[in-house]
């Protein structure tokens, strides 16, 4: 006798009814959005420009300009997280101590030898890549000069001092994992940033205008030799503009 065979629609039917569907894909965030701590979204970002799609790495990397990391907390626990495998020699530890009395640092001074000097060059400039330090070169000071060799503490070098300044007294090897439990790590929630987003990226678009401008008047004023040249020129900071312009409007729209 012959077997008699189900259809193969017949029992494919029901299979598939119990085969788990594959989730939707969720659709990747624009790189210019994304945290380079988390790589998830900015929440400040993209609360604003979730509907932006910039091409190019160059209109990417404006965007990334505007992220208010300086405020973030993430970027701070990121940089926190990185003090872990810092060793910090002896001009690091009274440079820090120095710079925590609040005035800014003169590194280097009249009198030192070159070897002195350039010791605590370096020592500064470890502690700048660490994020503890800043320069302040070109900056004016109060009698009108220009900081030269000068620093002072950052947010999170502040925060280290009030975490961790008791080994530094101390002349202790320094302990990461125990900071001091009276001491708050600066930065604010990413999700609270918006509207220091917003500011960045409308502080931004005034400067494009006012350079647009600038160049402009230039060529009125006195017109060049290469006029490809200007053309390049204005063009980029056309496309600039329409940039900003085009991550302010999803912003003004929702009454940002």
Do not use: N
């Not at 030898?113 to 470890?126: E, Q, T, V």
């Amino acid at each position: 006798m012959h077997q008699i065979v189900p259809k193969a629609s017949a029992v494919a039917d029901p299979m598939h009814q119990m085969v788990p569907a594959e989730p939707a894909a969720v659709p990747a965030a624009p790189s210019a959005l994304v945290c380079p701590h988390t790589g998830a979204p900015c929440a400040a970002l993209a609360s604003l420009f979730s509907t932006l799609s910039p091409s190019g790495e160059e209109a990417c990397g404006w965007i990334r300009a505007l992220a208010p990391c300086s405020h973030c907390r993430v970027a701070f626990e990121a940089g926190r997280d990185r003090l872990r495998h810092l060793r910090l020699g002896q001009r690091e530890r009274d440079i820090l101590l120095a710079a925590a009395c609040g005035a800014p640092l003169v590194v280097t001074e009249r009198g030192m030898s070159r070897s002195a000097s350039a010791a605590r060059r370096r020592a500064a400039l470890s502690l700048g890549k660490a994020g503890l330090v800043r320069s302040l070169a070109g900056e004016a000071d109060k009698g009108g000069g220009t900081a030269r060799s000068t620093v002072a503490l950052t947010e999170l070098g502040g925060y280290v001092m009030a975490a961790y300044g008791r080994y530094l007294e101390g002349r202790k090897p320094i302990r990461w994992t125990r900071p001091s439990r009276a001491a708050v790590l600066p930065g604010r929630d990413p999700s609270l940033l918006r509207e220091e987003a917003l500011a960045r990226t409308q502080a931004a678009l005034r400067d494009i205008l006012i350079e647009l401008k600038g160049v402009l008047l230039a060529v009125i004023g006195r017109p060049l030799k290469d006029p490809g040249r200007v053309e390049a020129v204005t063009r980029h900071l056309e496309h600039k503009a329409a940039v900003l312009k085009a991550v302010l409007a999803p912003a003004r729209a929702g009454g940002g």
